[in-house]
């Protein structure tokens, strides 16, 4: 609305402050999200009306025209747009092209996203202190640049669309997995992914990435169920009750994903979305056709090459081929500096060592993960795995 980051974030903690100070005495409204956002607009316009107050001083009463009614009133008209959603049309706002991709999907993921600074780093497998200064040169490149935060349009709207596409996936993947606090999992960022997603395919039916980010995350979300137990603790893939894997987020998954290889040429989301798709297919964890989905890793190995994805295309070929055929793939990657301090490759490397019989080789490897690891419930499955590795 007031296309300034640092202004709307002063607006935004003004609003907090405000809420901390009055709730407590009048309690929650009813709608929390339409009253702070009422008082955060109604500073915004207390601040442009003192600003054309000193416009007028400075230049004579009686000489003006009725510019401050224009400009509130497109003030308020600021988020109408053709898409139809305020978040998602925020985010392509802040995916302006003026910043490097890198730091479009770190300002965006902050602002927008709601991730902090160490959540984003992990993420994007960089240090907290590349992140806060990618923010900090994104904001500043944005002010510089005197651009107006408005909803782009046709070809300015494509152009954005791979970083949009990226925030999504980042933000559904901090749900599904996350990577600091004491839950395993944050449903709520899963839906608000999932949500946004929805709205996009439907707003671009044609494009076959868009339908395969939303096709991987209807059906990762269908196993949100399984993945935890009552008390929190972490349940993995393959001992999963499959009986509580959501059937109608599959279905959907698996509709999207059908369109997305009709429209067009598939890409790395929807490459993604094939795997989950092959686990999604295997009534029990036995069942799963592990040949496939190792094919599909060295396919999107090609088309997005990754550390990450090189990890799970080892513990893939692990599955398919046997636990030294991934230990032998997992080795070359060893030494890649990105995944230095990574949790899953040390986890990674301590099941297929506890899978050779190696137990105290396994052991270290999974002590290890749980000494980087930032997510509690995480640490405490790590350990109780290297608890496991017994002579």
């Not at 513990?315 to 793939?329: I, K, P, Q, W």
Request: charged share 25%; with cysteine; proline share 4%.
């Amino acid at each position: 609305m007031v296309r300034n980051v640092d202004l709307a974030e002063e607006l935004a903690q003004d609003a907090l402050l405000i809420a901390l100070s009055e709730w407590p005495k009048t309690g929650i409204p009813q709608k929390p999200g339409a009253w702070l956002m009422a008082v955060a607009k109604r500073r915004a316009l207390n601040g442009m009306r003192r600003e054309k107050m000193r416009e007028r001083k400075r230049a004579e009463i009686g000489h003006l025209d009725d510019g401050i009614d224009t400009t509130l009133e497109q003030f308020e008209m600021a988020m109408d747009d053709d898409i139809g959603d305020e978040l998602l049309g925020l985010l392509f706002t802040a995916c302006h092209p003026v910043n490097t991709t890198e730091a479009r999907v770190s300002l965006t993921l902050r602002l927008i996203g709601g991730l902090t600074t160490s959540e984003i780093a992990r993420a994007l497998l960089a240090s907290e202190t590349t992140i806060a200064q990618r923010i900090v040169r994104a904001k500043r490149t944005i002010g510089e640049a005197g651009l107006t935060f408005e909803v782009p349009r046709g070809a300015d709207r494509n152009a954005r669309l791979a970083s949009v596409l990226q925030v999504i996936y980042l933000i559904f993947n901090e749900g599904y997995a996350a990577t600091v606090g004491e839950d395993l999992i944050r449903p709520s960022l899963c839906a608000e992914a999932q949500r946004l997603g929805r709205v996009l395919a439907a707003l671009a039916p044609g494009e076959p990435e868009v339908l395969g980010l939303l096709a991987l995350m209807e059906i990762q979300a269908s196993r949100l169920p399984a993945r935890t137990q009552k008390d929190g603790k972490f349940v993995g893939l393959t001992d999963q009750n499959r009986a509580h894997w959501d059937q109608l987020l599959i279905r959907r998954g698996l509709a999207a994903l059908a369109q997305a290889e009709t429209v067009g040429n598939p890409g790395p989301y929807a490459a993604q979305a094939a795997i989950a798709a092959c686990h999604a297919r295997a009534p029990k964890a036995a069942c799963t056709d592990w040949p496939r989905i190792a094919s599909l890793y060295d396919r999107l190995r090609e088309i997005m090459p990754s550390p990450v994805v090189d990890l799970n295309r080892a513990m893939a070929h692990s599955m398919a081929f046997g636990a030294d055929a991934g230990l032998r793939l997992v080795d070359e990657i060893a030494e890649i500096a990105a995944l230095q301090n990574y949790a899953p490759l040390p986890a990674a490397k301590g099941d297929l060592l506890f899978r050779v019989g190696r137990l105290q080789e396994a052991k270290e490897q999974f002590a290890v993960a749980a000494n980087l690891t930032r997510n509690s419930s995480e640490k405490e499955f790590l350990l109780a795995r290297a608890a496991a590795c017994t002579q």
